[in-house]
């Protein structure tokens, strides 16, 4: 059975930067896709970023486009994401979650549907 295991997270300042890891176990990620979601307080999660199993494809939500990169490393069994210039905004419980198939929605932003999730990393973002 498939588990997802997130590391990172924490206190931050406005302008910091910030890593979050999802690792597998259980299973490999080579044929799965890996979305990493948002869930700020008060709120649903939300998709901010994804990519598919061979990398050739990557979608991010507007609000972080630019400032979050995603990466993936088959051989290490882990997806990243790395957040830059961070924003109070930016603060909430960060999902990772994945599923089998390559296919990502051609838009540019949309990440789909997830079967397996990670518990969550609490990320804040304050002065």
């Known amino acids: 059975q498939l588990q997802l295991v997130q590391s990172g997270g924490g206190l931050v300042q406005p302008g910091d930067s910030l890593r979050l890891s999802c690792a597998a176990s259980g299973d490999t990620l080579d044929l799965l896709t890996v979305g990493w979601f948002h869930q700020a307080p008060g709120q649903e999660r939300e998709a901010i970023s994804c990519?598919?199993?061979?990398?050739?494809?990557?979608n991010f939500a507007d609000a972080v486009r630019g400032r979050f990169t995603i990466s993936r490393d088959n051989s290490k069994n882990r997806v990243e994401l790395h957040m830059a210039n961070l924003k109070p905004e930016d603060t909430g419980i960060y999902y990772c979650?994945?599923?089998?198939?390559?296919?990502?929605?051609?838009?540019?932003?949309?990440?789909?549907?997830?079967?397996?999730w990670g518990r969550g990393s609490q990320v804040t973002v304050s002065s």
């Open positions: 990519i598919n199993s061979d990398s050739s494809q990557a």
């Open positions: 979650g994945a599923r089998f198939g390559a296919y990502l929605p051609n838009d540019g932003r949309s990440c789909g549907n997830y079967k397996y």
